[in-house]
């Protein structure tokens, strides 16, 4: 995902997951400083993916989504391209917090609550990029049980693609046992749709243990529409979130009683 990100998710790049439709969203730009380089970014989608780039070097510097957030560094040139050689992937987490708690006879609790976004590092590569005048037939050789789909290219392939699109969705609903552990969370699922758009197998990536089998359950009933690439349906991936959050604490305006008269 991280890689996907550098050049967009254009459709012809070598990924499974569906490229970005650009020409169903609304662009939102802004600027922001990134380690001291004054960068534009631009927002788009939902969820919501933002870019930011350097606009004198047009590296892109960092870039954040529903699958988490990249930040790239120590770019190189390799031909006529360049590329980043330090990738730092994070997980962004929402939280509520309250403050300002009070006591009284009656119960208690936070006078503001207040919402906070916390990245959590995940991980920090290095990445190392060769051009060779020819490549070892091994480095394109499949690895050991591993499955293969059609992936058609055609020379325009940036307008010869449509997108998918969520044509429908199963809500999610808590076990009984999951409510009983008072779990709540994110899940992650990796969904591997099929030709006709329907999802034809699931795999956790993350996500509580108690609620990972009802999130199963929902997104093996989603429905796309068709991806195609060049007139023809092809299959994909797409990660699925589906958050569970837990109830916000209840806000009191606690006042104090009247003062009694004898």
């Known amino acids: 995902a991280a890689l996907a ?17 650009y020409e169903n ?27 930011c780039i350097d606009p004198t ?51 208690g609790g936070p006078q503001n609550l207040k919402t906070s976004r916390v990245k959590t590092p995940i991980d920090d590569a290095h990445v190392t990029v060769t051009r060779g005048e020819q490549f070892p037939d091994s480095l394109f050789a499949a ?10 290219s ?22 009984k046992a999951a409510v009983e552990a008072h779990a709540y969370g994110l899940v992650w699922v990796l969904a591997a749709v099929g030709k006709d758009g329907s999802v ?19 997104v093996q009933g989603y429905k796309y529409t068709p991806y195609l690439r060049c007139g023809q349906a092809v299959e994909f991936r797409q990660v699925v979130g589906v958050d569970f959050k837990s109830p916000a604490p209840m806000v009191y305006n606690y006042q104090p009683p009247p003062a009694s008269h004898p």
Do not use: M, W
Not at 155 to 175: G, Q
Not at 200 to 218: E, I, M, N, W
């Open 5 to 21: 990100a550098l050049d967009g998710g254009t459709p012809a790049g070598p990924y499974l997951l569906p490229p970005l439709a």
């Open 25 to 51: 969203t609304k662009l939102h730009a802004s600027n922001k400083k990134i380690n001291g380089t004054e960068a534009r970014c631009v927002s788009f989608g939902d969820p919501k993916t933002t870019l």
């Open 57 to 107: 070097s047009g590296h892109l510097l960092t870039a954040e989504g529903e699958l988490g957030s990249f930040e790239y560094s120590n770019y190189i040139s390799v031909g006529n391209n360049s590329y980043p050689q330090n990738v730092k992937v994070s997980h962004t987490t929402t939280t509520l917090a309250g403050d300002d708690y009070f006591f009284s006879a009656n119960g």
């Open 143 to 152: 690895p050991e049980n591993s499955t293969s789909a059609d992936f058609a």
């Open 154 to 175: 055609c020379a325009d392939l940036a307008t010869n693609f449509t997108a998918p699109r969520p044509e429908k969705s199963v809500k999610a609903e808590r076990s």
């Open 200 to 218: 034809q197998g699931t795999k956790v990536l993350t996500g509580p243990a108690d609620l990972r089998s009802s999130v199963t359950r929902a």
